[in-house]
């Protein structure tokens, strides 16, 4: 069975670092993209990151690039969201999900507030 | 970037009748292989979105054939035959073609 499982969320202050993880099983993880979708309160679905297979290669948005890092770790099956200079805009629901969205995990939230 | 624009914005449909969602998109989402890079997800209350159709007109792995999607290079629909009250949520179209990857607004689906 395919599981995406995120942790790491939680309250934080602006201005203020977060890693997210997502750990990976039921599939070939070093065979498949991974991206990070987030879902503000109340609003419709944000693509913020993908990595490659082989995590060689990166893409952003422009809302968070510069401040987001994605990376993942095939030896562990899990990837990651490492979330630097946190605004308030940035508090959502974060979702991991597989390539096209074909298996989504049941997400984290992070919410960020002084 | 590439937007995507849904509608309508909600739609009430009798169970046993059919409902359509629109998605336009402002750039071509065919690839010049052939593909088009456009695909529909449903979130249902308090759930993560799951995928329905990839690709335009693919129905995903474990989704009821009463779903169904279709269209051209900027004009999609995604067709839903048959609405039971399982079907209940918001859809959303997405475009996989180019980053950054971006979604419609989303259509909300009630029963009445």
């Known amino acids: 069975e395919v599981q995406l499982v995120e942790s790491g969320g939680g309250l934080v202050q602006p201005g203020s670092p977060l890693k997210l993880s997502c750990a990976a099983s039921g599939f070939t993880f070093s065979s498949n993209w991974l991206n990070w979708i987030r879902q503000a309160p109340g609003k419709g679905l944000e693509w913020v990151a993908s990595?490659?297979?082989?995590?060689?290669?990166?893409y952003y948005p422009d809302t968070v690039k510069g401040r987001f890092v994605v990376s993942k770790d095939n030896a562990k099956n899990t990837g990651y969201l490492q979330m630097n200079n946190l605004r308030s805009e940035d508090t959502a629901m974060y979702y991991c999900?597989?390539?096209?969205?074909?298996?989504w995990g049941q997400g984290v939230m992070v919410t960020v507030s002084s | 970037d590439i937007v995507m624009t849904q509608a309508p914005l909600s739609v009430s449909v009798t169970p046993g009748e059919s409902a359509s969602i629109s998605c336009r998109s402002s750039k071509s989402l065919l690839h010049s292989n052939g593909i088009t890079y456009v695909y529909w997800y449903l979130q249902k209350p308090g759930k993560s979105p799951q995928l329905l159709i990839y690709r335009m007109s693919n129905l995903a792995s474990g989704v009821p054939d009463r779903f169904s999607g279709s269209g051209s290079e900027t004009d999609f629909t995604l067709k839903i035959s048959r609405v039971e009250a399982e079907d209940v949520g918001i859809y959303y179209c997405?475009?996989?073609?180019?980053?950054?990857?971006?979604f419609g607004s989303g259509t909300k689906l009630e029963i009445k």
């Open positions: 990595i490659n297979p082989d995590g060689s290669s990166t």
């Open positions: 997405g475009q996989l073609l180019e980053n950054p990857f971006t």
């Open positions: 999900a597989r390539t096209s969205g074909e298996y």
